[in-house]
DNA sequence: TTGACATTCAACTGTTTGATTGAATAAGAT
DNA sequence: ATCTTATTCAATCAAACAGTTGAATGTCAA
C-alpha cells in the first residue's frame, strides 16, 4: 500500500514554517505543563502580543495546536497527533530513499560479481 | 554558484508548505531512478512549466533538492539530510510529548495510591 | 461596580508569494 | 546553420502574509 499523504499535511508543514511558530511549538514541547498562556508565548518574542496571537490562530487552524479555556486565559497546547502525521510522512520519504540507496548498492554488488565471473 | 546557503528548519517546513512543493517531494522519493526532470514534474500539475521551476527553485533554496546538469536537462532530486533534519526535530517532539504523557500517568498512578491508603 | 488583566477583533500597511506571459539561453537533432 | 527541446529569466499582478495600533470582549478581584 502506498502510504498517502494527509489531505492537508501542506498546511501543517506551512504553519511550522515560520521561526516565531516553530519556536512556539518548539515552546510548547518542552514546557513541563505541556501548556502556555497566550501573554508567556508572547513574551519570547520581540512582536506585539496580537501577532503572537494571529501565529496561534495560524498553528491552530492547521490543528498544530488547540486552545482551551481556563477563566480569561486561553491555554494553548500541542496536537499531538498532527506532528505524528507530519513527522510520518517524513520518515516514509526518508525510508524510500533508503530503499532506493540499498536496491543501487545491490545492483552496484552484482555489477562487480559479474566482472569476476 | 556553489548552492549551500545558511538553511534553517523553518525554511524547509515553509518549502513543503504547498502543496505543489509536497507533491514534488513525494514524486522524487517514490521514483526509481531518484531524479526528475523539470518537464516531466510540470506534466503532474496544471500550473505553467515556469511555475514549476519556481517552485524547485524554493526547494533548492531550502536544501531540500538539488540540481544537476545532464546535456540540457536539469534532473532535480531529493537532499536526504534536509528531511533527515526535519524528521528528527518532529520525533524530538513527539518524544518530548510522549515523555510528559508518561510522566501524567506517573503522577495519577500515585494520586490513585494515595486514595487507597 | 469599577478597574485591571488576558485575549481577540478590526482596520491598515508594507512585503512576500504564486501565478502568468514573453523573451532569452543552452544544447541536442536535422 | 537551423530548428526544436529544456529550462530559466524578467516583468507584472493579485492574493496572502506578518506586522502594527486602537477598540472591544470577557473574566477576575477590590
Given at each position: 500500500m502506498p502510504i498517502v499523504a494527509a489531505r492537508h499535511l501542506d498546511t501543517v508543514f506551512s504553519a511550522l514554517g515560520d521561526p516565531v511558530r516553530l519556536a512556539i511549538v518548539e515552546n510548547l514541547s518542552t514546557s513541563t505543563s505541556g501548556h502556555a498562556m497566550v501573554n508567556d508565548l508572547a513574551a519570547?518574542?520581540?512582536?506585539s502580543l496580537q501577532a503572537v496571537s494571529k501565529h496561534i490562530k495560524v498553528l491552530e487552524a492547521a490543528g498544530v495546536v488547540s486552545q482551551g479555556r481556563d477563566g480569561r486565559h486561553r491555554p494553548v497546547s500541542l496536537v499531538q497527533s498532527s506532528i505524528s502525521t507530519a513527522s510520518d510522512w517524513l520518515d516514509d520519504r526518508t525510508r524510500q530513499l533508503e530503499a532506493r540507496y540499498a536496491r543501487l548498492d545491490h545492483v552496484l554488488a552484482n555489477i562487480h560479481e559479474g566482472t569476476r565471473s
Open positions: 519570547l518574542f520581540p512582536i
